[in-house]
């Protein structure tokens, strides 16, 4: 997963960082804030770390203040969860501005390299990490979208126990 960040004097290069590489946090891709919470309260009684992922294309179509909310509630639903969020914005660079203007974590931009670059330097300024590709993630609840919690909690509970 390519992550654009600033080297040397104006130039931007892809590397490999925590939100990507090998070694990483598993990535949980939800699609609501019960799926959040039941991600958190599994990650955080297995003491694991974990990246919550929102859905493919979720800043285009729910928005970075729905993401910025979702997760805030979900970090007070579960305080002791250590987790990173990222928000998949696709190829829209006016919802990667958006999640900028928010203060999201990370965005995922998957269009064009020279925009690409334009946002990385915006989202330098605003410490918002930038991501050129989706993280694989271990586990997609959206297939579980209206199960119970504790459902939700033995699917996350399976899959973290798989890595």
Do not use: K
């Amino acid at each position: 997963m390519g992550l654009l960040e600033p080297h040397g004097r104006g130039r931007r290069v892809f590397r490999r960082d925590a939100l990507s590489g090998p070694g990483s946090a598993p990535a949980i891709a939800v699609h609501s804030l019960v799926h959040a919470v039941a991600a958190l309260e599994t990650a955080a009684a297995r003491d694991r770390d974990i990246i919550v992922l929102s859905a493919p294309n979720a800043g285009i179509y729910a928005g970075a203040g729905w993401w910025r909310a979702m997760i805030e509630a979900a970090r007070d639903a579960v305080p002791g969860a250590r987790f990173s969020a990222i928000l998949d914005c696709g190829d829209d660079a006016g919802a990667v501005q958006a999640a900028l203007r928010a203060g999201v974590e990370a965005a995922i931009f998957t269009g064009r390299a020279d925009v690409a670059e334009r946002l990385a330097a915006i989202a330098q300024q605003t410490g918002v990490s930038l991501l050129t590709t989706r993280p694989q993630p271990l586990l997609d609840l959206g297939e579980l979208f209206f199960a119970s919690s504790d459902t939700l909690q033995e699917r996350c509970a399976d899959a973290l126990a798989s890595v």
